[in-house]
């Protein structure tokens, strides 16, 4: 169900802006839906993480408001080639966890 999607160019110049795109199918339920009668349990992801190397690159905390398959958009910039660790949280603590990898020249 929660299936990562992570959009990014191999390669890059050193400094030169990269845009990272991520997407997770997730059904960010709030618990408030109806469906058949019965409540729809709140399944929601809270915090998105980018780590370079192990270190925060980018976070983003979400909230009920967000859509459903949450796209999120960054730019960054490297240096040297790059380990990258995308991960998603979910509010009861289970994870979703990508990685992808740029080279830099």
């Given amino acids: 169900m929660s299936t990562p999607r992570i959009r990014m160019p ?3 110049r050193a400094g030169e802006p ?3 795109r991520t997407l997770i199918d997730h059904p ?3 618990g408030l839906r109806q469906q058949n009668g019965q409540t729809v349990p709140r399944k ?3 915090r998105f993480e980018a780590l370079a190397d192990g270190e925060l ?3 983003a ?3 009920n408001g967000t859509s459903a398959n949450p796209y999120l958009a960054f730019i960054a910039r490297f240096e040297k080639a790059t380990a990258l660790t995308f991960v998603w949280r979910e509010e009861d603590g ?3 966890r990508a990685t992808q990898r740029i080279s830099v020249s």
């Fill in 94 to 96: 289970r994870e979703y």
């Fill in 57 to 59: 690159l980018f976070a």
């Fill in 18 to 20: 990269v845009e990272i």
């Fill in 44 to 46: 929601m992801i809270v």
């Fill in 10 to 12: 191999a390669s890059a």
């Fill in 61 to 63: 905390d979400l909230r």
């Fill in 28 to 30: 960010m339920e709030t």
